[in-house]
Every structure is written in C-alpha cells, then in structure tokens.
C-alpha cells in the first residue's frame, strides 16, 4: 500500500511505501521488572503473559521485550550464554511460543532484543575461543597479544569502567570487551559469526516474531585495531548482508540502538531503498543533558532550546528520507517525568505534557514500561542497594579517582540505570503488586500513590491520556504522515510544532514550565478554529492573538480548514 504525500512547499506528490509500524505504538518491558508471576521477586514471561489485558487495554500494538535469553546476569541479560534458550528465572521456550500467541490473539506484536556486538563469556563458543589459539572458535571473538611490556594493545576503556581488554592466562592473550569482562565482543569480520547469527536470527523469526531491537548495533562494524568503534568500516555492509540473509520476504520492524548516530548516518540505515533496517533509537536529544566530558554522571540541565533545536533537526532532515524512532526514556535512562517535567505537584500534567509532545511528532512512538502511569526516578540513600552493574562499577571507579560520594550519587540518581528498572507498580498492596516474594531491586516508595490501579480507576489519569495518543495516531494520518514545521523555535518554556499533509493541519503546543505564561501568537495562528485533540487541561478550540498557558500546559488543534 502507499500514500502519497502532499509537499506543500513544492507541490512535488511523493509516494511512500506505508509500512505497518508507521503508526503503531511500541511498549518496552524490562521482564526482570515487569510482573512476578511466581514470586520468586524476578519478573517473569509467566507474568508478562498475564498482563497483555492491561497492554491491549492501553492499545499498543508491539512489544519491545528486553533480553530474556539464558545468561549468567552480570548485565541483566544483555550478555547471552545460550541465543536459543531463555533465561530459567524468565520460563522457557514455550513460554516465549505462548507469549507470542497470547499477544497475537490481541493484535500485538513481540520483538526481541537482540545483542549480537557482545555475548557472555559463558557462550559456549567463548568457553571454546578461551581455550587455545588453535580453537575453531577463536576468530569469533577479538584476541591480541599484550604489547611488549605485557600491557594491553591500547588503552580502549570499557563502557562499564576499566580497561576494555582483558587478559587470560591460558594463552597469554588479551580479548576486546567493550561493556563488562564478561561480555566479550565478537568478531563481526569473521564470516562465521555472520553465518551463526543469521541463523539465529531466522530461528526466532521462524517462532513468529516480528523484528528486533538490535543492542548497540553501531559497534558491529569496528576496526579494533584502529581503534573506530563506532559506525566501523564493516557497518552497513554487515547490515545489508543480514538483510538479505534474514529480513527479507518478511514483512518486519527493526531497530537498531544507536548512540553514535547524526541524522545523515540514520538515513543511511533507515531509507528503504537500503534494505538495512526500519529505523534507529537516536540519542542526541539525550545527550545534550550529559557532561561533554563526564558523560552522565554529571548532568547538564535541560535546555529547551538546544532541545528543540535537536529534535527540529532530525524531524526535518529525516522528514521525506528513512523514519524516526520517538522516546523519552528506555530501560538505561532515568524516568522522563523526573528528567524532564516535574515528578512532584505537576506530575500528572508535566507526564500527559510530555506524552503529547513527543506523540505528535513524525516518527514510530516507544513508551517504556511505568510511564503510561508517571512513574518517577528514585533515591536510594545507599550505593549497596544499587543492582546496575554500570553504576556500582562507575561509582568505585570515580570515587577512587577523587569525585565525592556525594557528587557521584547526584549523577546516579539523576542518571543512573536503576531509576527505569525498579519493579512495575501495580496496586497499592505489598511490593506494588508486582511480587510476593523479595524483589530483586527495591521499590520505589511512592507506590501507594502511583500505581497502575489507581491510574486505571481515574478517568483523568496519565494512562487514559496515553491511550488516546495512541488512538490519535491510528485515526489522523496527519499524525504519521505530516510534515513537520517547528513554532516559537526560540522560545525559552515553549515546544511548540505544527504537523500538515495535505489540507490536515495539526497545531501542537507544550509548556515545559512549571509557570504560566502569555504566548503572543504569530498572524499565521491568530484566529484558526479547530478541534482539539488532546489537552491536559480544559479543551481548546481556537487561537486567538496571545494565549494563557496553564503550568505544563498542552494541547493539539486539528485546524478546521476550508
Ligand atoms: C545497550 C543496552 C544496555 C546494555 C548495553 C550492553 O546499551 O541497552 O542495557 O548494558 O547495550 O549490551
Ligand atoms: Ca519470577
């Protein structure tokens, strides 16, 4: 099927190939996190399987399912040991065969997570490559002999803290890990990696699933040697060979992790006409908030302008060539309420803000678990109740290195991974709903209040504001398909957009502040009527010359035009 879009600017008609994701909705689960279903304090399948009413109910159409693949956990997950088994905390493979059924059943679709720069170091194809030189496996990950001094081959340091290459006694060698020790990157020039992972990958598709999320998917095509990590020499070459080898004749969506990328590296993985993938998780709207030195440990505050400026910049530069992927948070980043809006008295409105912000924009939307209800970021007071392998690590090494305790726990609570991955909140009873048992990582105490239960029992609640987003985009082709032109672009508190194809026009716009203020609208906006979409206070139906803008305020206006 296609569309044809209307450029108003040229009046050039473009045809678009319509995909099935372009307006769909995509909701990320964290499994450890989600629901217990045996109360052994980890989130399982079994659980996730007995929440897809509540899913179908909010009206999203994918599931984003986080690593539930057998793995020994140093990076919850996201360093595999077996690629065709699951996890025995999670279930098994026939929960995985139920799950996918149960959610076709509801016209949801699963994709998995599939983190192939890396493995376990207890893959059994590492347990073979450690062994000896002589190995079959060895080439399949990046072994290099110490430098004359017995030092590594060079100071790459890793992700997760020290140095990314380690030393192993039984042949004297070093192998390449960018994240933890025990996630030992494999070696993507090697033909039989290929071959290993195309397979697998075909295996899964077989099982009836309908795409991946392709962990840090800009570190496959490196040069070690080099030392060019990100978007390698091998890159799209290697992505156009999966393609062919394993995304062809199926009609999927793929997405790949991709922190390194700038709007002209994402056309060259998302424009059809490349055959790589659907889209990619960009980050450079994320990246504004860290230190360009320090990273994330020592945020920068949020600037709206530089923010807009960003999120302009993709809209546009991808607007006719590959596709945006939208989101706020995900399992590594803090909660977007806390980050962005406010996490206390305007929670609700600064949650619902946020959501239409992001919704309206052209692009495949992401919600990640917990923040279709406002879930926020927590502090814990000790770093031993910390999980998260990047911030215990980062703490001992930055500490060690003369940051204060105090400074360090600024960062990790304004930044660390954890603020995503405390348990689910369900219901106001014990540990949230989600597990009878010990959880693995504490709750955040503000359960009572924010919870599933009670967001499903008010009618004004962030949930219902979520489920008509996603309803919005499915009923107005405006919303997927419209060009995007950005409003008030200097405008200190004020994200303000409009979308138009054809003679559909959508006017959007957001106050990220917590006070009111006056907008003086420009003539193009003075005096149009429409009918307002969304809004988190009372509906708007025209512009006039200024408006009042409650705090947090937001709204979109489908312009009635003649
Ligand atoms: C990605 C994942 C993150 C993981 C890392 C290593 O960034 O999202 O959770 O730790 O890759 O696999
Ligand atoms: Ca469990």
Redesign the pocket.
Known sequence: MTIDVKKSDAGIIQTLDKKWWHDAVIYQIYPRSFMDANNDGMGDLAGIISKLDYLKELGINVIWLSPVFKSPMD??G??ISDYQDIASEFGSLEEVDKLIAEAAKRDIRIIMDL?I??SSDEHPWFIESRKSKDSPYRDYYIWRKPQSDGLPPNDFHSYFGGSGWEFDEATGEYYFHQ?SKK?PDLNWENPKVQEEVHRMMNWWLDRGISGFRM??IDLIGKDVDKQIMTNGPHLHTLLQEMNKATFVGRDLLTVG?AWSATPEIAKLYSDPTRDELSMVFQFEHITITFDPEQGKWKPRPFDLVEFKQVISKWQTELGDCGWNSLFWN???LPRAVSKYGDPGRYRVQSAKMLATAMHFLKGTPYIYQGEEIGMTNVQFDAIEDYQDI?TLNLYQERTAAGVSHEAMMQGIYENG?DNARTPMQWNNTLNAGFSEGHPWLKLNPNYPEINVESALDDPNSIFYHYQKLIQLRKNHQVIVYGDYQPLFAEHEKVFAYQRQLGNKRVVVINNFSAEPLELTLPISLQGLKGQCLISNYAARKQLSESLTLAPYESFALLIKQC
Do not use: A, G, S
Request: no cysteine; charged share 40%; proline share 0%.
């Open positions: 990076d919850n996201y360093d983190v720069n890396h994240f996630q962990d840090v992790e995900n399992h590594d990047e991974r």
